[in-house]
């Protein structure tokens, strides 16, 4: 574990999960453990345990680094939790002992399907331990971060936003392109992704900070099917009325909604025509919110 706060002998209280996403599910945990407690404290897991178990990467909604730096927004203390498979092996109770000897806790908040250790016990079988919170949920499901998995990858933004609480988004560094872009009067943000890539291949309306401000654009991801990229999934962002130089820096890009899937042209004035479609539905878009 990576102790971010010294041992308390005080009954301490806190929450514990991998907590993807920092949906409206985990936070209703959250408030309920900061009414239980001054300084709650969020044990999160690193890598995800599916990693661990399966030996597959689990594309996460929110970057780790992320993860903590909100959690710590929300005025948490966080200790990050290394999973491993010996981890993996110890019993809720061995687990429980460990987290009050290191940290003196003795409440844990969690959801109504929490379990825990080798053993997976549910949480009501130790209510000595638990304080149990009912699960959330939107349009008759309870809200999970593979609900909201699935509702990006089909391009769902406004059904991963309910869930969510906030508008999805990714981060990444903008890199060199080959300038296709500018030359055919749409400049755009090459980025390679920080974040992992859940979102559909398609076109998308965002919205970009850049210094202080905020600018709206369009994002493309996709394989460039009409210059004769295939293999290859290539992230770029033009950004409306902007023509400044983005290169090398970390851009934090909310999606607000999927426009179109990706078309392969028989040339470039095809392409050209419908990104200025595009960009008349971006602009219809942005009537459309509030000011």
């Known amino acids: 574990m990576s102790r971010l706060s010294a041992p308390s002998t005080s009954k301490r209280v806190g929450c514990i999960g991998v907590f993807d996403g920092l949906h409206r ?88 399907d929490f379990r825990l250790g080798s053993d997976q016990v549910p949480a009501k079988d130790l ?16 809200i999970s971060a593979s609900r909201i998995r699935d509702a990006l990858a089909q391009g769902d933004i406004d059904s991963a936003r309910s869930m969510l609480g906030y508008i999805p988004r990714l981060w990444g560094r903008v890199v060199r392109g080959e300038g296709v872009g500018r030359r055919i009067g749409f400049p755009t943000a090459n980025l390679r992704l920080a974040s992992d890539l859940l979102l559909k291949e398609g076109v998308y309306i965002v919205r970009v900070s850049v210094g202080k401000g905020h600018i709206w654009g369009l994002m493309s991801i996709g394989r460039k099917p009409t210059l004769g990229e295939r293999d290859r999934v290539f992230v770029e962002i033009h950004l409306v009325g902007f023509d400044g130089d983005l290169y090398n820096r970390e851009l934090e890009v909310k999606v607000y909604r999927f426009l179109r899937p990706q078309i392969r042209f028989d040339n470039m004035e095809g392409l050209k025509a419908q990104l200025k479609r595009d960009v008349v539905q971006l602009k219809a878009h942005i009537r459309r919110q509030p000011v």
């Not at 178990?53 to 005025?75: A, N, Q």
């Open 127 to 142: 209510p000595e331990w638990f304080e149990v919170v009912p699960r959330l949920c939107w349009r008759g499901e309870e």
């Open 25 to 112: 599910g985990h936070r209703r945990l959250f408030v309920k453990a900061k009414r239980m407690s001054a300084s709650p404290l969020a044990f999160t897991f690193y890598p995800h345990p599916c990693d661990v178990l399966t030996g597959r990467h689990l594309p996460l909604i929110l970057p780790f680094d992320m993860r903590v730096k909100w959690m710590r927004r929300l005025g948490l203390e966080v200790v990050v939790i290394k999973f491993t498979r010996d981890l993996s092996r110890m019993t809720a109770r061995k687990f429980l002992d460990l987290l009050k000897q290191e940290y003196g806790i003795r409440r844990l908040v969690v959801g109504e």
